[in-house]
């Protein structure tokens, strides 16, 4: 009896230590990230969403603008960001400019949101550090699935986005292939249309309103090639969803004629299309501002 339980004690204790280890190094690591977050929270405005906002010069939209987007991010992980941000009492943020687009709403996003699939574990990873684990579980559903994902996040840098810049351009039909398989492949029989974004778009919009900042949707252009292919329910879905937003302007350029040299790939502008569209949103953030202040 003696020897097992010396058995026992002998693995238990390194596994004791582990989770030690981990919990401490969760805690300094969250104290960090909340610092950080305080620090971004003294930003005007914010620029907020997936990829396609990442690709924005925040300084021209607005002076001062700090670009937090993120590859991929569902909104889940957006408004957990944001409400982190806003928790601090003192927080200057007056507008956020959120990315929104057809394939937002996309299968690939339900994947996102997901731990039954590889993209929702690293998302768990990726934002670990933003989720309230203790008091929404929402995203953690599934425990059995939960571990890897919750120990590699502890050990990862959180993923707080940021400005992105590519210099490609003219993209050919296989890049623009892949990116629409990637965004409207069905896998696993997962539904056809990301309820959970549309969910999470109306809890931002609901923060926005409840505490003063103005919301301003923007939507990027499409390569002509991937708008082409998407099927006319996603624009349907799309439209539905964003006219049951209460407090919300939208700047929509999916249906410009953009050049080929103004993208990187088949939703994402590159260097040039960036710079053009960002001072193209300011002047019109800027121009809605002096009619407001003349009525």
């Known amino acids: 009896m003696k020897k097992f339980a010396a058995k026992i004690l002998k693995f238990s204790i390194p596994a004791l230590l582990f989770i030690l280890i981990s919990f401490t190094y969760y805690h300094i690591s969250k104290t960090k990230v909340e610092a950080k977050l305080t620090a971004f929270s003294a930003h005007a405005v914010l620029l907020m969403g997936d990829s396609q906002i990442q690709r924005l010069h925040g300084d021209s939209i607005s002076q001062g603008a700090k670009n ?119 896998k696993q029989e997962e539904a056809k249309f990301s309820h959970s974004q549309r969910d999470y778009l109306y809890k931002i919009d609901r923060l926005c309103s409840e505490n003063n900042i103005d919301l301003i949707l923007v939507s990027t252009p499409y390569h002509f090639d991937y708008k082409e292919k998407i099927d006319r329910k996603y624009f349907d879905f799309f439209s539905k969803s964003l006219k049951k937003l209460k407090h919300r302007r939208h700047l929509n350029f999916i249906e410009d004629p953009i050049a080929p040299r103004f993208m990187s790939d088949a939703n994402h502008l590159n260097k040039l299309g960036a710079q053009k569209y960002s001072r193209i949103i300011g002047k019109e953030l800027k121009a809605e501002k002096r009619d407001i202040l003349h009525r």
């Open 68 to 186: 937090l987007a993120s590859s991929g991010e569902h909104y889940y992980f957006t408004y957990q960001k944001l409400n982190a941000l806003i928790q601090n009492k003192n927080h200057r943020i007056d507008t956020l400019i959120l990315g929104v687009s057809i394939h937002n709403f996309a299968p690939v996003y339900n994947r996102l949101f997901n731990l039954n699939f590889a993209e929702g574990k690293k998302s768990l990873k990726r934002y670990l550090y933003f989720l309230p684990i203790f008091d929404d579980a929402g995203f953690i559903t599934t425990f059995d699935k939960v571990l890897k994902p919750l120990i590699s996040g502890i050990y990862a840098a959180p993923d707080f986005g940021g400005f992105y810049e590519s210099t490609n351009s003219n993209p050919n039909e296989e890049i623009i292939n892949k990116a629409f398989n990637m965004h409207f492949s069905i």
